[in-house]
């Protein structure tokens, strides 16, 4: 049962429109003005300070956790260093446009545009990517919906997991700022190689002193508050708060509520300093169990309001909003910033992992029901029954939380990355599905790759079905084909074509990178960063693991591919020259061929026939993927995870031989394409099990859909944790379940007044239904509702 308090933060994130603030963006272009000549790093560690010094502090009614990156509890930022074009280009439609819009007024757009984007212009990332990129590449890359990686020039990398275990709980910023200043001391001026390192230090020394100037801030201001206030009880919270606000994060922790609090001002610091995807809590059950066990013996701690603690630890982790274009917003829709939170699994020694703190985090997700942090689980064969039990009563709760994953094949992933075992075994999730450990600099999700445009592109001459442009290798006409072999080969050349694009687009990234927007603050949390004297964007982390393509359109492709094998080259139902045809009519005047398409075997039915196709294409994958290396000469990796990116990504494609129609959704992930697994939810199950996932480091996503009659019983339950095991003794990684009627998810679309606090599985994460598109919307209810 929610605290009172808890609930009324709660309606309130639940209820309230997002609001954009400008407050960082004005300090950090004025902090710039100041700076001018001075070294890059420097320069973004010198605004980072001067945001931790003049933003407005802001502590809101009943918080118990505080910290604000803007002057709105529920708030997005500009970040206009990375981008201001598509902020300029889109801000007058916030408010109305279909997924994922936003507050802002007339004031505060003629301020930016008068004030902030004539600085920037000629100086942002994005420009510097749209200019140096290949005009080929950009043909293809950009807005196309064929590749995508515009979160990586739109916006921050992101996607790092800061070390609370070997970092910031030992040593406070405090003790990171003494490392960083007696670094500096023993270099040596006249060395060249000291002089990357000295701006590196020096700009760690700014951003330490800028969030403890940031809490010591909030340590005042709640003190002032506390004077004022006429209720004792919440004066004596005040008072308390500023007490936590005065030791962390200078210091390491003391206590489980100073831990949370530490917590949160980490993740500001790292949204003032470049807004990121993917700013994982990581093992939090692993880090924050000890505080928990020890206060609870000291007796200065009890259950319940630890668990209030983690709840508001939950609501300030979902009252963030990540500030996105309307295109980044079509692959990663709901307002989601894919903050990975991951419990359970074996620890660093080989031990179960699970703990009381496990069971906090699994409670707090089904009470307060915020889409954030995004609740990953690590399950092994051994695992406590009672942990089992309590992720499946989750699950059966409707929420589309926890993300499930196989304990051993995360760890497989890890190792075959280059990880060392004990590094290896004590994973986390990043982002979505992405297993990934908390000394690593990577790029999880540097591009995503439409695996229907290639073969559209093989069918179609390398062009367009719905533009006519040509964006693939010119190819010979479709009637040509003799056999399926030749077919097959002119997908897979046009699909090799992509993966060299995607490529080149990630490299570009990546120098540029490393030139504009170096990372000091989220850097200082890396252990060996610190060491070595490298930024993350220098490849300064234990681990630089490679780049991550992602794939879409895995079950489309394999049963266009099993279609035209059937239709045409076995049953000679059709001719290559028919089949042609017909998808460029899109199957108009041809609806008994598509019937007889739609008709032939589907991945995510455990039939072999089409199954072996999806295997040969996610194998291929990885083989051509693999031997590229990026610009830290770490290999390519392969994913096939998912988010929202298979609606804008079928948006563009033409019909295809599955019998799909022109502009519908491709699919995600390693799930079958919506509606076709009508087979058993273990069938699918099995299907996605059959492709060798270990070798996909950037993970591996499976999403299916429960009648919640199916495990609305402990019985059922317990059949649903059965499930889970077989397909991770299978060899799968991953599972994901929404257990939501597809009567109640119409009626939420007809009355969506009456379904706020709604959870829905997206993809590789939950969001309130209510705030997707309706196309978004419309997907979910298409997917299979599995009643046995």
Known sequence: MLTQRIEAIRQNYVNTKPQISCERAKIWTDSHRETEGQPVAIRRARAFYDCCDRLGVHIFAGELVVG???????????????????????MDTFDTRPQDPYRMTDDQRAFVRREIFPYWKGKSLEEAFLARLPEDTYRIGVDTGVLDNDSKWRQAVGEITPDYQDVLFKKGFGGILREAEDHLAALDPTNPEDLSKREFYTSVCWTSRGIIRYANRYAQAAE????????????????????????????????FYEAIQFLWFVQVGGILS???LSLNPGRFDQYMAPYYEADLAQGTLDEAFAQELVDALWLKYSEWVWTISANTADYFAGYNQFQNLTVGGKRRDGKDGTNPVTYLALKATEEVKT????????????????????VTHLVSKGTGFPAIHSDSVGYQMLLNAGYAPEDARDWNNCGCVVPHYRKTGEWTAAV????????EYALNEGKSLMTGRQMGLAERPAET????????????????????????????????????????FLSSCIEHCMESGKDLSQGGAKYTIGPVITGIGLAVVANSLAAVKKLVFEDGVCTMAELAAALRANWEGYEDLQARAKACPKYGNDEDAVDDLA??????????IHPYHDIFGAPFLTAFMGISNYIPMGRVLGATPDGRKHGEPSSEGVSPYVGTDQSTPLAAMRSSAKLNQEVHSGGTLLNLRLSPELVATKRGQANLGGMIQTLFALGGFHVQFNCISSETLRDAQAHPENYRDLLV????????????????????IARTEHRG
Not at 225 to 233: F, G, L, R, Y
Not at 448 to 455: C, K, R, Y
Not at 482 to 511: G, K, N, P, S
């Open 224 to 255: 002032a508050m506390a004077d004022q206030e006429k209720d004792p009880v919440r004066a004596q919270e005040l008072r308390r708060i500023a007490r936590n606000c005065r030791r962390v994060p200078e210091h390491p922790p003391e206590s």
């Open 274 to 276: 470049e807004n990121p």
């Open 761 to 780: 599985r997206v993809a590789g994460y939950s969001t309130q239904f209510v705030n997707l598109s309706r196309a978004m919307q419309d997907a979910i």
């Open 448 to 455: 995503n790759m439409n695996f229907g445009s290639a073969l």
């Open 481 to 520: 084909f003799r056999t399926f072999e030749e077919v097959e080969a002119a997908f897979y050349r046009q699909f090799d074509f992509l993966c060299r694009h995607a490529v080149i687009m990630t490299l570009e990234a990546q120098r540029l990178h490393q030139e504009m927007v170096p990372r000091p």
């Open 615 to 624: 295997i040969r294409l996610a194998n291929h994958f990885y083989e051509e």
């Open 371 to 390: 889409h954030q942090p995004g609740l990953s689980v690590r399950v092994q064969a051994d695992c406590p029954k009672e942990f089992l039990d309590a």
């Open 68 to 90: 604000a990156i803007g002057e709105f509890r529920k708030c997005g930022i500009l970040t206009p260093e990375f981008s201001w074009m598509w902020v300029d280009r889109e």
